[in-house]
């Protein structure tokens, strides 16, 4: 077997320690008697040997750690090789938390005591310790809204409604809708502003059928439900025809979708668009009035009782109560295959998903998903639930819970 001059000078060190196989060993030294430049080299290697054993005797077994060594030398690249991965694997983790952390989503750097704060709730719930549970929940800001809603009047509950004339007509517009799509005041050239109303399609509006055949140039046609209606030019979206006690009107088609116009109160007419003609508004004002009315006693009765707590005889209260209501729904209930599902940030608060397996005592048996709303604690629990077990449904709503029910 003939080696090249490369491969002989690599394995001349082992070939000097003896650790070359027997063919390699036979192959070296053929390959020694022909090349004087390997065979020059071999004897510089022997020189600097017998020198080293001049300065320091060679100790018995020095080829035996020599040949360990190299096997160490093996073993130590390969750890290091191990070390370098498992390093990897945690920073390419960090990057992705980095990565979440800027899109808030996900699992990330500021939401890891969210999550686990989660994770510990549903975990005590499933060993049945409910009081525990709902000490990780915070009614702060339960607690803060109550008080607020007592201080309202009235007039507080009334729809925020405002005059606003176009082309010599008045209509009512919910305060916000004028401020957004109307301006601060709106004046009588106002083609201009049922123009940008029509060609952006706005919804929730009442459009005189005149204005509406004046700006758009559409011709009204009958629909296949025998309904007059009209197609906006640019989008192509389908008005119908409302014939009313207080004129013709277009309305989009999709705004009527669950609304029989003819056949709704005014004041719910009202509360369900944001432009309306006076008229209407006038007639469904009492009823309007009476039901805010009604609202703010209710309300006021409801939670009365607050004002007289102070923020942590709530919290306690409120915890005691919604312990209690889990408590009811989970008799017979277990919880399973608990996984976390995402994590997003909204509005200054974590919103943290995760998904289980509920199953009840007759057997039935689905997947819920809870929604946490975290701000510190825990301070609200939404979800949802398969359809057609009220079992399950008892459990889903156990989880949420309003003062005074």
Excluded at 219 to 232: H, N, V, W, Y
Excluded at 271 to 283: F, G, H, I, R
Excluded at 328 to 351: H, I
Aim: proline fraction near 4%; aromatic fraction near 10%; include cysteine.
């Amino acid at each position: 077997m003939k080696l090249p001059c490369e491969v002989v000078r690599d394995l001349l060190p082992l070939y000097q320690d003896g650790l070359c196989s027997p063919g390699s060993r036979q192959a070296v030294e053929e390959h020694l008697k022909q090349c004087p430049d390997c065979a020059g080299k071999m004897r510089l290697l022997n020189l600097s040997q017998e020198l080293g054993a001049e300065e320091a005797p060679e100790e018995a077994g020095e080829k035996e750690r020599r040949s360990s060594g190299v096997f160490r030398k093996i073993r130590r690249r390969w750890a290091l090789s191990l070390v370098a991965v498992l390093l990897i694997l945690p920073l390419l983790g960090l990057g992705a938390m980095g990565w979440n952390q800027y899109r808030g989503e996900g699992i990330c750097f500021t939401n890891l005591d969210e999550l686990w704060l989660c994770r510990r709730f549903l975990w005590l719930v499933q060993k049945g310790r409910y009081e525990e549970a709902t000490e990780l929940m915070d009614f702060d800001q339960d607690y803060v809204d109550i008080l607020d809603c007592l201080s309202w009047t009235v007039e507080d509950y009334e729809s925020q409604f405002q005059k606003v004339t176009l082309c010599g007509e008045t209509y009512m517009a919910q305060s916000w809708f004028a401020e957004q799509y109307l301006g601060d005041n709106p004046t009588e050239d106002a083609d201009e502003s049922w123009r940008y109303l029509i060609y952006k399609d706005i919804p929730q509006i009442l459009i005189p059928l005149e204005v509406w055949q004046r700006i758009t140039g559409s011709s009204l046609e009958t629909d296949g439900a025998g309904r007059q209606t009209g197609i906006q030019p640019e989008s192509g979206t389908v008005y119908c025809l409302w014939e009313s006690p207080w004129g013709p009107f277009m309305v989009e088609e999709s705004d009527w979708e669950n609304v029989t116009p003819l056949e709704t109160a005014p004041e719910e007419l009202c509360a369900t668009l944001n432009l309306v003609p006076e008229e209407l508004y006038q007639e469904a004002k009492p009823a309007m009035d009476q039901s805010a009315l009604e609202a703010c006693t209710y309300n006021q009765e409801r939670f009365g009782t607050v004002r007289d707590m102070t923020r942590e005889e709530f919290c306690a209260y409120m915890r005691q109560q919604m312990a209690r209501s889990i408590g009811e729904a989970m008799a017979g209930v277990t919880f399973s295959n608990v996984d976390y599902k995402g994590a997003y940030y909204l509005d200054g608060r974590w919103d943290v998903e995760y998904s289980l397996t509920a199953e009840t005592a007759s057997g039935e048996r689905g997947r819920l998903t809870f929604y946490f709303m975290v701000t510190g604690g825990i301070s609200a629990i939404g979800g949802s639930c398969p359809e057609g077990s009220d079992t399950l449904r008892s459990v889903h709503d156990a989880f949420h819970i309003c003062f005074g029910e």
